[in-house]
């Protein structure tokens, strides 16, 4: 008779492999209620873990290598947070290095990491993204993305609904009666910052405002501050300059209000202002700035889970995540 595996757990319980999966390792994306029937389920039906561990084809090292763009980044520390978690429950170790967002120096560390030989790798705001694909038989180990960056498609990936955050964010400005937005963009994340664009020209349109390619600004330095200060100059240079922007991150924002500070322009009694991400410093900045929050801690949690569910052969599914408008004190009503 065969050993009862995940697959046969799974039919009898009407759920996923990788709910079953998740379940079995008390992961907690699964409801306890849940988890309960499933471990119930599987010591019936005489479920042993060693099933999976005679399916491993390769000698495991227990160890994953996640690659970022700069551990300076603050967006970096909660996902990472979600990765070690569910890494250290699985009895796993994590290998950091960053790609400086420098696509042949992202390959170049994710062979560093097979040549250790670590078991998966996760990669955040890959520059690289589908051209993975051909890699794969060379790497020979999972690889997951975050936030991928590099258009087309990708087997692999958790990532955040730009466009619907965006929307969302721009909604909550003309809802407060602005009309004239503005968007920084970012030219080193093509494909969020595109998104997050079409969402912000979604907004506007469904509201039957015409977007004014001049008030959409893409500054080209590597610096998100950066960035935010230039795109504020760029925009208070127009014939008729915005009442509020919406900026592609917290940092683009951070630099804004910055700039604002220096220019004496007061936010939000003079400019309204929203950021996306919601890291930590978004909520003490003066003032606290409305962002769109990523769900950070879950998207690292869920990425290493995909790692291990492709490690014990399970099939897995792209994972998108959707955003949360957090309304701080950095908007207001329009004074003109």
């Not at 994710?110 to 998966?120: E, L, M, P």
């Not at 970012?186 to 039957?208: I, K, M, N, T």
């Not at 769109?292 to 792209?318: C, F, N, S, T």
């Amino acid at each position: 008779m065969s050993p009862v595996s995940i697959k046969d757990i799974a039919r009898a319980a009407g759920v996923s492999h990788s709910t079953v999966s998740r379940a079995l390792r008390d992961s907690p994306l699964v409801s306890p209620e849940t988890k309960a029937r499933i471990k119930r389920l599987a010591e019936e039906m005489g479920y042993s873990p060693s099933a999976v561990a005679r399916g491993l084809v390769t000698r495991r090292t227990r160890t994953v290598g996640m690659v970022v763009t700069s551990i300076a980044d603050p967006f970096v520390a909660e996902v990472m947070r979600g990765v070690e978690d569910a890494a250290h429950q699985a009895g796993y170790s994590v290998f950091l290095s960053s790609s400086r967002a420098i696509p042949e120096r992202e390959i170049s560390v994710v062979r560093t990491f097979r040549q250790r030989r670590v078991d998966g790798v996760i990669v955040t705001a890959s520059r690289v993204g589908s051209l993975y694909a051909p890699l794969l038989e060379e790497i020979q180990v999972p690889v997951v993305l975050i936030n991928n960056q590099q258009p087309g498609t990708y087997t692999y990936s958790v990532s955040m609904d730009d466009r619907e955050g965006a929307q969302m964010a721009v909604d909550h400005l003309i809802q407060l009666g602005h009309r004239r937005i503005g968007y920084i963009g970012c030219v080193h994340r093509e494909a969020s910052s595109q998104a997050r664009e079409a969402g912000y020209r979604a907004a506007l349109e469904a509201h039957g405002i015409s977007p004014d390619p001049r008030w959409m600004v893409y500054p080209t330095e590597t610096e998100d501050v950066q960035n935010g200060q230039i795109g504020l100059d760029l925009l208070l240079a127009l014939p008729s300059p915005p009442t509020a922007i919406f900026c592609y991150n917290d940092m683009t924002a951070i630099g804004v209000l910055q700039r604002c500070y220096r220019r004496g322009i007061r936010v939000p009694d003079d400019l309204s202002l929203v950021g996306f991400d919601d890291i930590a410093i978004a909520a003490y900045t003066i003032p606290p700035l409305t962002t769109v929050r990523q769900p950070k801690y879950e998207m690292g949690y869920q990425a290493m889970e995909m790692v291990l569910d492709l490690l014990e052969d399970h099939p897995v599914e792209d994972v998108l995540v959707q955003g949360t408008l957090i309304v701080r004190d950095s908007c207001q009503p329009p004074n003109t």
